[in-house]
């Protein structure tokens, strides 16, 4: 997942921002990048260490402890709804501060981004 949100986010910073361009939702989309890829290597190495001794991963009949891999997959979830609805609100505030679209090409734009939703 960590994989397609990157390349959501850098193909944004490429098509609503032009280079030398640096405005408040600029830095929102490197803020969401890096709490992204931040989040995903802090989830990916709770998922591997999930057991105390790692090995009891694949011998349960060892002495130790296991945690709950549902937490971790909660959390993973809310993350994801999180930085979908910061994406999708970015981008709606980016189409609509256009100057030089027209309204109605505006409202078809608006349309392609929030077809995610379904």
């Not at 709950?68 to 709804?81: E, G, H, Y």
């Not at 505030?93 to 090409?105: A, H, P, T």
Request: aromatic residues 12%; hydrophobic residues 55%.
């Amino acid at each position: 997942m960590l994989l397609v949100k990157l390349a959501m986010l850098v193909q944004i910073l490429r098509v609503f921002f032009p280079r030398g361009v640096r405005t408040k939702s600029y830095y929102f989309v490197h803020f969401l990048i890096w709490t992204n890829v931040l989040y995903y290597i802090a989830a990916i190495c709770s998922v591997i260490f999930v057991c105390k001794p790692i090995e009891k991963a694949w011998k349960p009949w060892m002495t130790g402890k296991c945690y709950k891999v549902a937490n971790i997959s909660a959390a993973t979830a809310i993350m994801n709804v999180v930085s979908d609805v910061a994406l999708l609100l970015l981008t709606q505030r980016v189409i609509w501060n256009i100057d030089k679209v027209e309204r109605k090409k505006k409202i078809r734009l608006c349309v392609v981004f929030l077809a995610a939703l379904v």
